[in-house]
């Protein structure tokens, strides 16, 4: 990674890491001084930056995150490393010309999350319901047809996982079911990042929960500012509108 630093109004640099590194130890660089490097929005004061880059590292233990965001503006996940940071929101480089042009505009910039309400989450259930239906459907059809001994447990167990890889491949790769997309809406972390295959699969389970409590779970989103369901909420996941 390569530096940038100001002195005395003069921009220096690039200058190398370990250059970096040397220039704070001998003070030439201190905790005020402003600096710059790729990924940043903005010229920062050195002690700011130090600060941030930690805060950024220790979430990324913390939730295990895969070190990719959503793009705060075409919501595509890319690595943090590709992206600049403005404020909690992440921007990816091909949309970065036209978010400064946007700040520069004074127009709303930002991760404001939008929460998917009940219904449409009930929209994108019934369009995965159908699909995993027609699926359900040929198998059974297939199992007659071969007149294998399969029995309906067997079947049925076979469904499961079905269901299972279904929504954890499809949150896990684009934080979405075919439903979910269809309604364009999507399963994200408490701070809109992309959710692990594990947290996805997690989920899964969390919401059988919400559905064996006579839905209760999936009717608490209504009462909740955030409109978490049972499962978002074991899970610490949102469902927002793209
Ligand atoms: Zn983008």
Redesign the pocket.
């Known amino acids: 990674m390569k530096w940038y630093y100001a002195d005395n109004g003069e921009q220096v640099g690039p200058v190398s890491e370990e250059d970096f590194q040397r220039l704070t130890r001998e003070n030439k660089i201190s905790s005020k001084t402003l600096v710059w490097h790729s990924g940043m929005a903005d010229w920062q004061e050195y002690g700011k930056v130090r600060v941030s880059d930690a805060e950024t590292e220790l979430k990324a233990k913390i939730t295990g995150n895969s070190g990719e965001s959503f793009?705060s503006?075409?919501?595509?996940a890319?690595p943090r490393d590709d992206m600049i940071r403005y404020g909690d929101s992440w921007?990816?480089s091909?949309?970065k010309p036209a978010f400064f042009q946007k700040l520069k505009e004074g127009m709303n910039v930002g991760n404001d999350m939008r929460y998917a309400g009940f219904w449409i989450r009930f929209g994108a259930k019934i369009i995965d319901g159908i699909i995993l239906g027609v699926l359900n459907s040929f198998l059974s059809d297939l199992a007659q047809i071969a007149e294998s001994p399969f029995l309906p447990i067997h079947l049925f167990l076979l469904q499961i996982i079905i269901a299972t890889a279904y929504t954890t491949w499809l949150l896990g790769k684009f934080g979405a079911t075919i439903g979910k997309m269809a309604c364009k809406i999507k399963v994200v972390t408490d701070d809109g990042g992309k959710i692990s295959y594990a947290r996805a699969f997690g989920r899964y389970f969390a919401e059988i929960l919400s559905s064996i409590m006579l839905l209760i779970g999936y009717i608490m989103a209504a009462f909740d500012e955030q409109k978490r369901t049972l499962h978002d909420r074991i899970c610490n996941t949102r469902v927002i509108r793209k």
Not at 73 to 76: G, L
Request: net charge neutral.
């Open positions: 793009c503006e075409c919501a595509r890319f921007v990816c091909s949309c």
